[in-house]
């Protein structure tokens, strides 16, 4: 089963950017749709990004399109979250996602997740 770490959350001023990289820990990783998630305090978790097995196909949750890019590189089993313009409500910690079916809340593997902090 495919493990995911997620890396470069931190702290940032609104209008910045952050890039959070997902980890994957084998070669099957091209076989899964990835995507980001994330959960605010208080919140449920919601979708924000995902991209298909070949990257040829992207979905973005309306409050961040045009500001954040998921990619993907399958010979390095990596995938990103590029994301700019940030503003305080992008707050949360974001989680990888691998999914193997057709459900992102019951055919997925996650990550432990990276903390977002877009203070204003």
């Known amino acids: 089963q495919v493990q995911l770490v997620e890396s470069g959350g931190g702290l940032v001023q609104a209008g910045g950017s952050l890039r959070l990289s997902c980890a994957a820990s084998e070669r099957t990783f091209s076989r899964y749709v990835m995507g980001w998630f994330r959960q605010a305090p208080g919140k449920e978790r919601e979708f924000v990004a995902s991209i298909t097995w070949n990257g040829e196909s992207t979905d973005y949750t309306d409050s961040v399109k045009g500001r954040f890019t998921i990619s993907r590189d399958n010979a390095k089993n990596m995938v990103y979250l590029q994301m700019n313009s940030l503003e305080p409500e992008d707050t949360a910690v974001y989680y990888c996602?691998?999914?193997?079916?057709?459900?992102?809340?019951?055919?997925?593997?996650w990550g432990q997740g990276t903390q977002v902090t877009v203070s204003s």
């Open positions: 996602g691998a999914r193997y079916g057709s459900r992102w809340d019951e055919d997925a593997i």
